[in-house]
T-cell receptor, first 112, second 108 residues
Framework: EAQVTQNPRYLITVTGKKLTVTCSQN?????MSWYRQDPGLGLRQIYY???????DKGDVPEGYKVSRKEKRNFPLILESPSPNQTSLYFC???????????FGPGTRLLVL | GQNIDQPTEMTATEGAIVQINCTYQ??????LFWYQQHAGEAPTFLSY????GLEEKGRFSSFLSRSKGYSYLLLKELQMKDSASYLC?????????FGTGTRLTVIP
């Protein structure tokens, strides 16, 4: 089954404790992206990657890191999480950036 | 962002027709998507317009006017399960810009 998976689905952590949210797709897509969704603000792009070892900042990259060492995986790293990073995070992939995005199920993060 | 503007909330009756409008900045335009998102779930693809005109797909249709920076999503024969948020999404060269979404409530 073609899908995008994210782990964990839910996470509660404390300020400053490094965490990684994994994202994996099995569709051989070149383009992958991370978004955060907050009430009243909609989906905002954090980082995107057009291919292996190619990553670019989106609208709200501060406080986040990504890597794209393999085509299927695109982890999101919060080196020192802060409460303002409490949000719902979605990973997505597509063949190319302009094409239909396939979203993962989302990760709810609470930073205390 | 690309200043995508769509109404925050709409309410419509089961069986009726509803039109959700979206305006966007025309600079850097490459295409326009509509996604549906039920509460707490991931967005799912509904439609894509890159040329002017109407694209019809069952009960859902989407219209685009590139010169006016305007699109709408038309939902016919509304069902209760259509209660969701509808996201207008503009594509740039390599990334996407999401509107804040229109929360549609379908009432009996």
């Amino acid at each position: 089954e073609a899908q995008v998976t994210q782990n964990p689905r839910y996470l509660i952590t404390v300020t400053g404790k490094k965490l990684t949210v994994t994202c994996s797709q099995n569709m051989n897509h070149e383009y992958m992206s991370w978004y955060r969704q907050d009430p009243g603000l909609g989906l905002r792009q954090i980082y995107y990657s057009m291919n292996v070892e190619v990553t670019d900042k989106g609208d709200v990259p501060e406080g986040y890191k990504v890597s794209r060492k393999e085509k299927r995986n695109f982890p999101l790293i919060l080196e020192s999480p802060s409460p303002n990073q409490t949000s719902l995070y979605f990973c997505a992939s597509s063949r190319q950036g302009r094409e239909t995005q396939y979203f993962g199920p989302g990760t709810r993060l609470l930073v205390l | 962002g690309q200043n995508i503007d769509q109404p925050t909330e709409m309410t419509a009756t089961e069986g009726a027709i509803v039109q959700i409008n979206c305006t966007y900045q025309t600079s850097g335009f490459n295409g326009l998507f509509w996604y549906q998102q039920h509460a707490g779930e991931a967005p799912t693809f509904l439609s894509y317009n890159v040329l002017d005109g109407l694209e019809e797909k069952g009960r859902f249709s989407s219209f685009l006017s590139r010169s006016k920076g305007y699109s709408y999503l038309l939902l016919k024969e509304l069902q209760m399960k259509d209660s969701a948020s509808y996201l207008c999404v503009q594509t740039g060269a390599n990334n996407l810009f999401f509107g804040t979404g229109t929360r549609l409530t379908v009432i009996p």
